[in-house]
């Protein structure tokens, strides 16, 4: 490593690790800290019930209401956001975000191994 050097979180931009001069022109390098990796990895109450729904998991009040959330309009999306953010922002993602279903997937079953 350069003799000058600082690795800072590209997620929450903390210094992770740096040398101990006063440098001023130390070699920056961005990583990310295991608190934000452990972060990555927690999936909300949200995304775990959204991910049993497809899985077919859930009892009848959460089957029917990711049913509902999946074709209702923008005008009902929003107003079911303001009771259930996590489960509507979950079926948001899965609808918008590529690579979002199977990165949830992997997520949920490290969530089961905890």
């Given at each position: 490593?350069?003799?000058?050097f600082?690795k800072i979180?590209?997620?929450?931009?903390?210094?992770?690790e740096?040398?101990?001069?006063?440098a001023?022109?130390k070699?920056?390098?961005?990583?990310?800290?295991?608190?934000?990796?452990?972060?990555?990895?927690l999936i909300n109450k949200g995304?775990k019930?959204?991910?049993?729904?497809?899985?077919?998991?859930?009892?009848?009040?959460?089957?029917s209401?990711?049913?509902?959330?999946m074709?209702?309009d923008t005008?009902?999306?929003?107003?079911?956001?303001?009771?259930?953010?996590?489960?509507?922002?979950?079926v948001?993602?899965?609808?918008n975000?590529?690579?979002?279903w199977e990165?949830?997937?992997?997520r949920y079953?490290?969530s089961?191994?905890?």
């Amino acid at each position: 490593m350069h003799s000058h050097f600082r690795k800072i979180c590209s997620e929450c931009d903390k210094v992770i690790e740096q040398c101990r001069c006063m440098a001023a022109n130390k070699t920056i390098t961005y990583v990310i800290c295991e608190d934000c990796k452990a972060k990555k990895l927690l999936i909300n109450k949200g995304e775990k019930l959204f991910v049993e729904f497809q899985l077919g998991m859930n009892g009848s009040f959460y089957t029917s209401f990711f049913r509902a959330a999946m074709v209702v309009d923008t005008i009902n999306s929003h107003k079911l956001y303001e009771g259930f953010p996590e489960e509507i922002e979950a079926v948001r993602k899965f609808k918008n975000e590529d690579g979002y279903w199977e990165e949830l997937q992997e997520r949920y079953n490290i969530s089961l191994k905890a």
